[in-house]
């Protein structure tokens, strides 16, 4: 009984005291800084070679969460991040477009609040920096209501959307403007260079800040770019990673892959996932290597902006009583953006000069400033201004050590981040892990716990859907979250929930359900769900009703849960215009795939294409080259005729084989092959279209790419065996 008594006593001091040093410590300044389109290991303190030492600085001194979640993709996860809740609640399932459906409205809908929203009645100063990407009005005339400063902040500098690039961003704003980085009265940067034009603006809002209400705290949302194609960086930081990446992926993989088990990051008893990408059978190395050299020098330049920032928050006297948060938006990134094509920099400008006055509003501008074209593929060297590339899945793989998948899918590899949490008034736990599961729905509130603010059932009318996530603050004192519901994932169909030690995870809409123990197996490499089907069946069922909750289902993707999805036709005659929906489209799952068509005055655009980014496939024409592009899992296969195309009329045909041979002939004669992984493996939610390709790109273009010369008739026809006339 001695015992008992003596560890209920000790239990309720350390209550109290963890308690008394909260109510010791005055409401803090909340600081949350996001990256864009990293991996688990891309900082140096969760096991990067890349140079972090100002997020190490703020580690050694703070937490490092080891299992913190983020929703896959970069729209989903900055609403919930601001909202606190499931992004579907708040109408952002997916991205920013309009699918006609409660939560895929793409655009905050009014049954959400930000935390800016929350804040600010609390008596704090609210300010965002960097991509907002939340609404899918951007356009400088159009509707605003969704854009930072009627969302509760005070004061905005940032891209509304969600790309761009580094040397001249789309959509730059100051406040409710869209504006010219190079005649901005406030914000004066030779060269400009956007992350850097983050930090700067940062540092400035918190200077202005304490100037002027040295009293008050604020609420920063600090929403970096970097890493995010293009990969743009000045030449200075490039110069540092010079020569580290060339013996390819594996060694750096591996070489991660130890630092995090020696950190503590990861069980060292977990299987590493497989390796994606053969070194020795790259062709272009330099190339490749320089695209990982630019890759690391975008962090890196995040990483001094950062240190900026803090050295800021330190001449102010406000490092110790400010919560800083850092953590990503999604893992590394396997969308292949501008790796295609040879084409090599002119030796002069071909476009016009740009005026300093000039608002870029392309994601990819058509040139640089100074007038030369903006090139893709391995023509060119990534970095400069006038190249806009990404850095490719092999790279993502190293990013995503040790975890399978990449962004958009909710294994491990998709959904993990980093979260350090630095804040020397009130976190005491020094360079310490902590390893509960949580969740970006936990920064509403615990942002409302520290401000002691009250969040709204309603506001303007409007019924508010209650916060979903739990406090860190016990986190934060070695203290149990008590976590009272699962996490809960959906992303184009990938769909997850993690409940204790026990993770129930399916790739696309028709993928199974696979179920792992995540203290034993986090790398998601021992499915467990034939060895425990009532497990597994009792946790798809609260998925579903989670789904449903929150307004994940209905979904655009298809199929939901066995229904048929497609016509049982084997062919399809097709005209100019068509669009076949997703339920009248052909399902060539398994299937070798014939395309024909017939068209009597060629021109750029597509010709024919059913899918998206996911899954599908593209015979198009670009730059008067015809190109034949099928997905599986997101990745492209592609196939080139290198002669320019005839003027008409013509007859073109591409086909893929169950093997995953692709053929491409013009007028009877083969101009192009390949070869792919197999035939496509699941259906997507998009529809087929002649003409153009609505909805996601399956190629390398923006869609819809509507086609410019003359179609006269299409043809789609599906085999179970052999394609009649090609080789068996």
Known sequence: MKKITLTVVSAVALFLFSHATFAAAPRPNILVILSDDMGFCDIGCYGSEIHTPNLDRLASGGLRFTQFYNNARCCPSRTSILTGLYSHQAGIGHMTEDRELEGYIGDLNNHCVTI??????????????????????????????NWPLQRGFDHYYGTITGAGSYWDPAHLTRDNTVISPFVDPKLHLDPYFYTDAIADSACQDITEHFQSNPQQPFFMYCAFTAAHWPMHAKPSDIAKYHGKYNNGYEPIRQARFAREKEMGLINPNWELSPQFGKWDKVKNKEWEERCMEVYAATIDCMDQGIGRIIDTLQKTGHLDDTLILFLEDNGGNL????????KQREDHPTMPKLDASYVQLDMIPKSSRDGYPVLQGTGVLPGPADTFIAYGQSWANVSNTPFREYKHFVHEGGISTPLIAHWPAGIHRHNELEKQPGHITDLMATCVDLAGASYPKQLNGNDIYPMEGTSLMPAFQGQSLDRKQPIFWEHEGNRAMRQGKWKLVAKHPSGKWELYDMDADRTEMHDLSSAQPDRTKEMAAQWEAWAKRVHALPWPWKPPFGQKLGSDSMSFSLSPGDDLSGDDAPVFVGRALAISATVSKPGNGVIIAQGGPVVGYSVYIKDNHLTFTTRNDRMPTTIVDENSLPEGPIEIRATLDKMGTMILSVNGKMVASGQADGALASMPGDGLQVGRDKGGAVGDYRSPFAFKGTIEKAKVELFDGPIPGEPK
């Open 116 to 145: 800016a929203q929350v804040l600010k009645p609390a008596g704090y100063a609210t300010y965002a920096v960097g991509k907002w990407h939340v609404t899918r009005f951007v356009k400088p005339d159009g509707p605003k209501h």
């Open 335 to 342: 969308e292949p953006t501008g790796r295609q094509g040879t």
